[in-house]
Protein backbone atom coordinates (compact mmCIF):
# COMPACT_ATOMS: atom_id res chain seq x y z
CA UNK A 1 0.00 0.00 0.00
CA UNK A 2 1.10 3.51 -0.85
CA UNK A 3 -0.45 6.42 0.38
CA UNK A 4 0.92 9.66 -0.94
CA UNK A 5 0.25 13.51 0.19
CA UNK A 6 0.55 16.57 -2.02
CA UNK A 7 -0.62 20.11 -1.86
CA UNK A 8 1.39 21.68 1.03
CA UNK A 9 3.50 25.19 1.00
CA UNK A 10 4.23 28.26 2.62
CA UNK A 11 1.19 30.45 3.08
CA UNK A 12 0.76 33.52 4.59
CA UNK A 13 -1.23 34.03 7.83
CA UNK A 14 -4.87 34.33 6.62
CA UNK A 15 -4.36 32.60 3.16
CA UNK A 16 -5.32 29.11 2.28
CA UNK A 17 -4.36 25.68 1.10
CA UNK A 18 -5.50 22.25 -0.47
CA UNK A 19 -4.07 19.17 0.41
CA UNK A 20 -4.69 15.90 -1.37
CA UNK A 21 -4.05 12.01 -0.50
CA UNK A 22 -4.44 9.21 -3.03
CA UNK A 23 -3.50 5.53 -1.77
CA UNK A 24 -2.69 2.57 -4.00
CA UNK A 25 -3.05 -1.04 -3.51
CA UNK A 26 -5.86 -0.83 -1.00
CA UNK A 27 -7.20 -4.55 -0.60
CA UNK A 28 -10.70 -3.62 -0.29
CA UNK A 29 -10.27 -0.42 -3.32
CA UNK A 30 -9.87 3.23 -2.21
CA UNK A 31 -14.04 4.02 -1.41
CA UNK A 32 -13.93 1.33 1.11
CA UNK A 33 -11.60 2.90 3.55
CA UNK A 34 -12.08 5.85 6.11
CA UNK A 35 -9.31 8.04 5.73
CA UNK A 36 -7.94 10.58 8.64
CA UNK A 37 -5.52 13.83 8.81
CA UNK A 38 -2.78 14.15 11.43
CA UNK A 39 -0.46 16.82 11.77
CA UNK A 40 2.74 16.84 13.95
CA UNK A 41 5.22 19.52 14.88
CA UNK A 42 8.91 18.61 15.90
CA UNK A 43 8.64 17.80 19.84
CA UNK A 44 4.83 17.54 19.63
CA UNK A 45 2.47 14.33 19.39
CA UNK A 46 0.79 13.67 16.17
CA UNK A 47 -2.57 15.28 16.09
CA UNK A 48 -5.95 13.88 14.64
CA UNK A 49 -7.14 17.26 12.19
CA UNK A 50 -9.62 15.61 9.98
CA UNK A 51 -11.69 12.42 8.95
CA UNK A 52 -13.67 11.45 6.61
CA UNK A 53 -16.03 7.83 6.48
CA UNK A 54 -16.01 5.93 3.24
CA UNK A 55 -18.55 7.03 1.72
CA UNK A 56 -18.10 10.60 2.49
CA UNK A 57 -21.11 11.22 4.52
CA UNK A 58 -19.91 11.78 8.15
CA UNK A 59 -17.18 13.64 8.97
CA UNK A 60 -15.23 14.69 11.93
CA UNK A 61 -13.06 17.37 13.22
CA UNK A 62 -10.67 18.76 15.80
CA UNK A 63 -11.92 21.90 17.82
CA UNK A 64 -9.12 24.16 17.06
CA UNK A 65 -9.76 23.86 12.75
CA UNK A 66 -13.79 23.85 12.86
CA UNK A 67 -15.21 26.57 10.45
CA UNK A 68 -11.49 26.56 8.53
CA UNK A 69 -10.87 23.20 7.50
CA UNK A 70 -12.64 21.21 5.43
CA UNK A 71 -12.31 17.57 4.39
CA UNK A 72 -13.97 15.63 1.22
CA UNK A 73 -13.15 13.16 -1.14
CA UNK A 74 -13.60 12.28 -4.50
CA UNK A 75 -13.71 7.84 -4.64
CA UNK A 76 -13.61 7.93 -8.56
CA UNK A 77 -10.27 9.70 -8.74
CA UNK A 78 -9.15 7.77 -5.22
CA UNK A 79 -8.65 10.94 -3.52
CA UNK A 80 -9.16 12.62 -0.43
CA UNK A 81 -8.37 16.35 -0.16
CA UNK A 82 -8.82 19.05 3.23
CA UNK A 83 -9.18 22.29 1.80
CA UNK A 84 -7.39 24.99 4.87
CA UNK A 85 -8.53 28.68 5.13
CA UNK A 86 -8.08 31.26 7.25
CA UNK A 87 -4.46 29.59 8.50
CA UNK A 88 -3.09 30.88 10.97
CA UNK A 89 0.93 30.07 12.26
CA UNK A 90 -0.03 27.53 14.49
CA UNK A 91 -1.21 25.54 11.65
CA UNK A 92 2.23 25.31 10.70
CA UNK A 93 3.13 21.02 10.57
CA UNK A 94 3.78 18.13 8.69
CA UNK A 95 0.18 16.87 7.59
CA UNK A 96 0.28 13.21 7.01
CA UNK A 97 -2.69 10.63 5.45
CA UNK A 98 -3.82 7.51 7.39
CA UNK A 99 -5.87 5.06 6.14
CA UNK A 100 -7.04 1.49 6.96
CA UNK A 101 -8.85 2.91 10.04
CA UNK A 102 -9.55 -0.28 12.35
CA UNK A 103 -12.56 1.57 14.59
CA UNK A 104 -12.60 3.61 17.79
CA UNK A 105 -11.55 6.74 18.99
CA UNK A 106 -10.16 8.52 15.11
CA UNK A 107 -7.68 10.45 16.71
CA UNK A 108 -5.93 7.44 17.65
CA UNK A 109 -2.27 7.14 15.70
CA UNK A 110 -3.02 3.82 16.43
CA UNK A 111 -5.65 2.38 14.92
CA UNK A 112 -4.44 3.59 11.33
CA UNK A 113 -2.80 0.64 9.42
CA UNK A 114 -1.16 2.95 6.34
CA UNK A 115 0.71 6.02 6.32
CA UNK A 116 2.10 8.64 4.27
CA UNK A 117 4.86 10.46 4.35
CA UNK A 118 3.69 13.98 4.97
CA UNK A 119 3.53 17.11 3.24
CA UNK A 120 5.10 20.33 4.81
CA UNK A 121 2.29 23.48 5.41
CA UNK A 122 4.51 26.26 6.92
CA UNK A 123 2.06 29.52 7.61
CA UNK A 124 4.09 32.97 7.86
CA UNK A 125 2.92 35.65 10.14
Known amino acids: VQVVESGGGLVQAGGSLRLSCTAS??????????IAWFRQTPGKEREGVAFINSGGSDTYYTDSVKGRFTISRDNAEKKVFMSMDSLAPEDSSMYFC?????????????????WGKGTQVTVSS
Open 98 to 114: AVGFLGGAWKDTGLYRY
Open 25 to 34: GLQFGFGGYA
